[in-house]
């Protein structure tokens, strides 16, 4: 979203760390040039987007001259399933195909109803749409069932002619889905024991979901981020419930379609059709922890609740003396949705309430205590996040990001032995994941096995090249090593992945130490854009700026404002700062003072056992004693 050929890469490269979304990440790349990381922008998008929405739902009802349908647009609108796709920011594929879709169907009802030779131009834009809405997110692929519901429901006879009009959008949507079923196997892994599931069961895991929508949509109640997995045997007679209310339902239907008209069925085919991508017949990565979620009923929701508006509207209609009670029920449904919407948007005020909010209606989420661990570990609070990862290993065992997330953790609280053997734990669930490798080769480098460090961060950038955390952790290994110049092509790979002023510090250093003053400055400077309070960079700037043999690279005055800062920040007791504030000292005509910080310093080097620091320090008291500044 932000490298320089980020654009190309989102469009051609397997880059997208989720399906292929192009158009979505677009938007983002384009408003991130906008407003960065101000989450303000992003929301008001996916808001008036939703709105956008609720208004082609209106249109396009209206024109199917569907009763209710500015009811059906206000229930879709504020009803508390659609907080998901709206306030949750990266949901932007939900409400932004959304667009797309109602906007195809719009065009396709032009086309059907118009017989002048201008129709084909609707024809074709409800094409180019469709084409938007899949570059959004492929479950778009559904549109070519709800155009075939549309030529049934307004008794439009669907012959070759028609056929061969809907082929096109066919072609294209079962293009996309294959690239999506690939790029799921295999390029997001829903292979493995988590994702063994036969076709029969399968089949019951369907019919439970779709029963599990409506029941949402009709009662919406105790909605949650991550709901429970359901345990599916096709031996299990109980299983088989859902499967049998399907069918009689789908009999049901049928026997009084005589008495009703097509509406229910196109109403509820068009829900199933609508959601069929999501509920169990093609494996999705998010099937490891959930295999239902508000967000997937974005669109199929309108086929029952255009159909509930339309018999709410009929009823008033045929008698009235209840008009004004349909009237009042209308209205008490919109309130009391939109009441329990702005209830349900509480949970998304901040992350941290996100998961704790789905612990509390889910104690049992494994993936929700994973990820306040997360939230938690970014918050420098480890030991509360190790109690979460902890609590999702002793749920879900066999999953490898807890285990070296909780390496991690464990490392920042000095358990070196637990932290290697979770890391280890984490490598031998999943050998392919990068991510392990690089905790577990922290947790080698902090137990002194440097060498066998480095080798797990080179089997992390086999595996992902572009990997910046195996490179910058590379990086500095070798440069603790003594080996500079190897390092310094890592840190820079590393910081062609994204900003980390630590990252550009440690450049610096590397650089310094090759001899490179001038480029060493540049990446000092660029740190410390980024982290004024960075003490490496303020440390190491100050020192080059003080001691370099070129004088047109030397300024005393800055190099002591730096060297000040960065005593202040580390406290007064660190002999390589003190060092560096010596030598700026010296540089801005003060020796005196100079000799009697570099003295300090030297006291500090010797009580932590920092030979080869005192050594130096010895040798630039000399210089100081004589009144030079320290480049001379």
Same mark, same amino acid.
């Given at each position: 979203?932000?490298? @320089? ?16 979304? @192009? ?46 349908? =500015? ?23 939900? &409400? ?71 082929? @096109? ?107 069929s991508p999501v509920i169990g017949f093609i494996m ?84 929700a205590h994973n990820n306040l661990g997360i939230e ?34 464990? =490392?920042?609280?000095?358990?070196v032995a637990g932290a290697l053997a979770e890391a ?13 490798? &690089?905790? =577990? ?192």
């Amino acid at each position: 979203l932000t490298a @320089p050929d980020g654009l190309q890469r989102i469009w051609f490269s397997l880059d997208s760390p989720s399906q292929y979304f @192009p158009l979505v990440y677009t938007t983002f790349r384009i408003e991130h040039a906008l407003w960065g990381l101000n989450t303000t922008g992003y929301h008001w998008i996916n808001l008036i987007l939703h709105i956008v929405n609720a208004l082609l739902v209106w249109r396009v009802l209206a024109l199917l001259r569907i009763r209710g349908a =500015l009811l059906a647009a206000a229930i879709f609108a504020l009803h508390p399933l659609q907080v998901e796709s709206v306030a949750w920011i990266t949901e932007r594929k939900n &409400v932004l195909m959304g667009a797309f879709f109602l906007l195809a169907l719009w065009c396709w009802i032009r086309f059907v109803r118009t017989e002048a030779r201008r129709r084909w131009t609707w024809y074709f834009g409800a094409l180019l749409l469709y084409l938007l809405a899949l570059f959004s997110k492929t479950t778009a692929c559904t549109l070519p069932a709800a155009l075939l519901l549309i030529l049934w429901l307004k008794r439009i006879r669907i012959d070759a002619r028609r056929i061969l009009q809907v082929v @096109p959008f066919v072609v294209v949507g079962v293009a996309m889905g294959a690239v999506t079923v690939w790029w799921e196997r295999f390029h997001q892994g829903t292979r493995g024991a988590l994702f063994q599931i036969g076709p029969v069961e399968r089949l019951l895991i369907a019919s439970r979901a779709i029963w599990f929508y409506l029941g949402k949509l009709f009662w919406p109640t105790k909605l949650t981020f991550i709901y429970p997995q359901w345990h599916i045997s096709a031996a299990d007679p109980l299983a088989w419930g859902w499967f049998a209310a399907v069918m009689l339902a789908a009999i049901g239907i049928y026997l009084v379609r005589r008495h009703v008209g097509r509406a229910p069925e196109v109403a509820l085919v068009y829900f199933v059709a609508t959601l069929s991508p999501v509920i169990g017949f093609i494996m999705l990565y998010t099937f490891r922890y959930t295999f239902v979620a508000d967000h997937y009923q974005y669109l199929a929701c309108l086929g029952p609740i255009a159909l509930t508006s339309a018999a709410l509207v009929y009823v008033g209609e045929k008698r009235r003396q209840w008009r004004y009670a349909t009237s009042l029920v209308g209205a008490a449904i919109v309130g009391t949705l939109a009441f329990l919407t702005w209830r349900q948007a509480g949970m998304y005020s901040n992350i941290e309430a996100l998961w704790r909010t789905n612990i509390a209606r889910d104690p049992h989420s494994w993936m929700a205590h994973n990820n306040l661990g997360i939230e938690l570990a970014q918050q420098g609070r480890d030991a509360e996040a190790i109690l979460e990862y902890r609590q999702t290993v002793a749920l879900q065992p066999k999953y490898p990001e807890a285990h070296y997330n909780l390496a991690n953790s464990l =490392l920042k609280e000095h358990d070196v032995a637990g932290a290697l053997a979770e890391a280890r734990t984490a490598v031998e669930l999943q050998p392919r994941d990068p991510d392990a490798h &690089v905790s =577990l080769g922290n947790a080698l480098a902090a137990s002194g096995r440097r060498t066998e460090a480095a080798d797990e961060f080179e089997k992390a950038l086999s595996i992902r090249p572009q990997h910046q955390s195996a490179h910058s952790n590379l990086g500095l290994l070798l440069f603790q090593q003594g080996r500079a110049s190897a390092a310094i092509p890592h840190l820079r790979a590393a910081l062609a992945q994204g900003e980390d002023a630590s990252t550009r510090a440690l450049l610096g250093t590397a650089l310094l130490a090759t001899g490179d003053e001038r480029d060493a400055i540049a990446q000092f400077s660029a740190a410390l854009a980024a982290a004024p309070d960075n003490v490496i960079a303020l440390c190491n700037l100050a020192w080059v700026l003080s001691t370099s043999s070129d004088a047109t690279l030397r300024d005393g005055q800055k190099a002591l404002g730096l060297a000040q800062r960065a005593n202040q920040l580390s406290g007064g007791e660190d002999p390589v700062v003190l060092r560096s504030l010596a030598a700026a000292q010296a540089e801005t005509g003060q020796p005196q003072i100079a000799i009697g910080t570099a003295e300090a310093a030297y006291d500090y080097a010797q009580r932590r056992g920092q030979s080869a620091l005192a050594a130096s320090l010895e040798n630039e008291l000399s210089i100081y004693r004589r009144g030079k500044p320290l480049h001379q």
